[in-house]
């Protein structure tokens, strides 16, 4: 069972890319955005892969890796929304190097985004 939910449609994307404090770390950026008291239904995520990266096959299999660091990680409170951005040289990394990589930033995306008290 996940963790958490997916973010859903362009909005949700958009608000975590704009609002949301970043954190770069090699090939991956990571997103974080605290969205207010009533929008909070939990932690949710996305991934962003451009066609850049590769075929379907590589892109889909490294968003799977992604999604099962992530849930792995046990974000726990507060809950928050993140978006993970992979560039080309995400592909090549194994998944231990990926995953190092991916929950560093992480916790550098947390600290550095305060949680919303509006």
């Known amino acids: 069972m996940r963790t958490f939910a997916s973010l859903r449609g ?5 608000l975590v890319i704009r609002r949301g404090r970043s954190s770069r770390s090699g090939t991956l950026t990571v997103f974080g955005y605290a969205p ?6 939990g932690t949710k995520l996305g991934v962003i ?20 660091i992530v849930d792995g990680a046990a974000l ?5 929304w993140y978006v993970i951005q992979c560039r080309p040289g995400a592909a090549r990394l194994t998944y231990e190097e990926l995953k190092t990589q991916l929950i560093s930033v992480l916790r550098a995306a947390r600290a550095r ?6």
Do not use: H, Y
């Open 10 to 14: 362009r909005r949700e994307f958009t």
């Open 36 to 41: 207010r008291q009533d929008r909070t239904g």
């Open 49 to 68: 892969i451009p066609k850049t990266v590769g075929k379907a096959v590589v892109r889909n299999r490294l968003r799977r890796r992604c999604r099962a």
């Open 76 to 80: 726990g409170q507060p809950f928050e």
């Open 113 to 118: 985004n305060p949680r919303r008290s509006t």
